[in-house]
Structures are given as C-alpha cells and as structure tokens.
Nanobody, 115 residues
Framework: QVQVVESGGRSVQPGESLILSCTASENIIKTYAMAWYRQQPGEERQLVATITIGNTPFYRQAVKGRFTISKDSTASTLFLQMNNLNPADTAVYYC?????????WGQGTQVTVSS
C-alpha cells in the first residue's frame, strides 16, 4: 500500500521560515502531479500548492509569494519552503496527489506560528 510521510513541522514565530518534506512509496512523486494541503482547527482540508510532473507550480492566493513547492532531482521527495509565516498558516500539513483518487493520507506535520 502506498504510504506518504510528512515531516519538518514545528512551532515558530511570525516571520520565520520552515521547510516541509514529504516522502512517498511506489514512486508516486515521480508519477503524479503532487500537492501540499493543510487543515486548520475546525476547518476542512484545503489545497495549498500543487506541482505538475513537469514542475509547474500553483499556489493558493494566501501563500503566493511566500511558499515554494518543489521536488528533488530524483522526484523522490516533495518540499514546501514556507517563508514569512504568520499565525494564519498554523495547521497540520499533508502531501498527496494533486487530484483524486488520493493515496491514503499520512499523519501530517504540525506547523504552529505564534508569538
């Protein structure tokens, strides 16, 4: 069964940066358009950024100019560079395919932005 594992989340202060990583089995990062999602307390999971097989990115408006989605050269790891974080970015972050059917969701990684 395909597994995704997210890592890199932690507590930071507003204005700081973080980089999240996602590894996945069965070459799904190489084979499919991928995405980062986040789920804020009491809210539904929302799309944050996507990247195509050809490395074309897309960002939700709230993170445009601050977040960068990328893959390593072997397309085995998915990254999300997050700069100038603010409290509204506090959420559990997940990676998965950019469109369904989705692979089983991982545990996510918690990002908390607070002063």
């Amino acid at each position: 069964q395909v597994q995704v594992v997210e890592s890199g989340g932690r507590s930071v202060q507003p204005g700081e940066s973080l980089i999240l990583s996602c590894t996945a089995s069965e070459n799904i990062i190489k084979t499919y358009a991928m995405a980062w999602y986040r789920q804020q307390p009491g809210e539904e999971r929302q799309l944050v950024a996507t990247i195509t097989i050809g490395n074309t990115p897309f960002y939700r408006q709230a993170v445009k100019g601050r977040f960068t989605i990328s893959k390593d050269s072997t397309a085995s790891t998915l990254f999300l560079q997050m700069n100038n974080l603010n409290p509204a970015d506090t959420a559990v972050y997940y990676c998965n395919k950019a469109s369904g059917p989705f692979v089983p969701w991982g545990q996510g990684t918690q990002v908390t932005v607070s002063s």
